[in-house]
């Protein structure tokens, strides 16, 4: 069960960081998605922490203003979103791949369809 929060109205050139419980799982067995989908458009891949912590993954419309982290005390994985753009406004979803023998989760870590748990969305709007 994975729950998000952090989202909000934020004018452009402001931030916001989204957080992403996992309430029931150790966050160090999973590998981590982010991704969002505004209105009329696609789902599309935004960040991504794999299950060590070690390697992070950005899209390029977001390189140089998100990071994504995690805090494996708290269960909890963070997008944190700074010089924040009008074309960034989406309803954003955190998703948890679950790593275990025989999966290769850097063949699928851009596709939100193949992760193993996802949460409910987060409301992100900036104002221009």
């Known amino acids: 069960h994975l729950v998000e929060s952090g989202g909000g109205l934020v004018q452009a050139g402001g931030s916001l960081r989204l957080s992403c419980v996992a309430s029931g799982r150790t966050v160090s067995n999973y590998a981590w998605g982010w991704f969002r989908q505004a209105p009329g458009n696609e789902r599309e891949f935004v960040a991504a922490?794999?299950?060590?912590?070690?390697?992070?993954y950005l899209a390029d419309s977001v390189k140089g203003r998100f990071t994504i982290s995690r805090d494996t005390a708290k269960f909890t994985v963070y997008l944190q979103m700074n010089r924040m753009k009008p074309e960034d406004s989406a309803i954003y979803y955190c998703?948890?791949?679950?790593?275990?023998?025989?999966?290769?989760?850097?063949?699928?870590?851009?596709?939100?369809?193949?992760?193993?748990?996802w949460g409910q969305g987060t409301q992100v709007t900036v104002s221009s």
């Open positions: 998703a948890a791949y679950e790593v275990l023998y025989g999966r290769d989760w850097s063949k699928h870590r851009l596709s939100y369809d193949d992760y193993d748990y």
């Open positions: 922490i794999s299950e060590t912590g070690s390697d992070l």
